[in-house]
């Protein structure tokens, strides 16, 4: 996604060089307005004033794990697109962030290869499972 639409993307992870990372990525495309959250509580205040197009969210925060922030910000800012961004790797985690209403669900260790294409399939609304993610079953299976 390029051109002149630019998308504010609230980055929730407390780990400080994770998030780093994970911005100094994001700062690679000039569409992306990032905002960061080191906590649950703060991303739920954020999101509610920030409104923004994209979360990328931690699912083991201090505060407000982000399992709750996701069915918080669901409510506050009901436009905004939620994508996991966890070490989590269980399939019952997944498939519940996914049943939260979350458009994807990113494994940490993939962030570098897959980050642009998991943010660029949940901004046009379709569903995004990093590769290798197992679900429980084959009727849950997603594919990106």
């Known amino acids: 996604m390029t051109g002149a639409v630019s998308y504010k ?82 399939p019952d985690i997944v498939r519940e962030a996914l049943i939260l209403g979350a458009l994807g669900y990113l494994e940490k260790a993939r962030a570098g290869s897959e980050l642009f294409a998991a943010i660029d399939t949940v901004l046009e609304g379709r569903r995004f499972v990093s590769s290798g993610l197992e679900l429980n079953s084959a009727s849950d299976r997603l594919t990106h």
């Open 9 to 90: 993307v609230l980055v929730v992870e407390d780990f400080p060089r994770f998030r780093l990372f994970v911005c100094s990525l994001l700062a690679q495309r000039t569409e992306f307005l990032v905002t960061e959250a080191c906590d649950g509580l703060e991303a739920v205040q954020r999101a509610g004033t920030l409104q923004p197009d994209l979360v990328l969210l931690d699912i083991g925060l201090p505060n407000l794990n982000g399992m709750e922030v996701a069915r918080r910000i669901s409510k506050l800012a009901p436009a905004t697109k939620i994508l996991f961004l966890s070490q989590e790797r269980s």
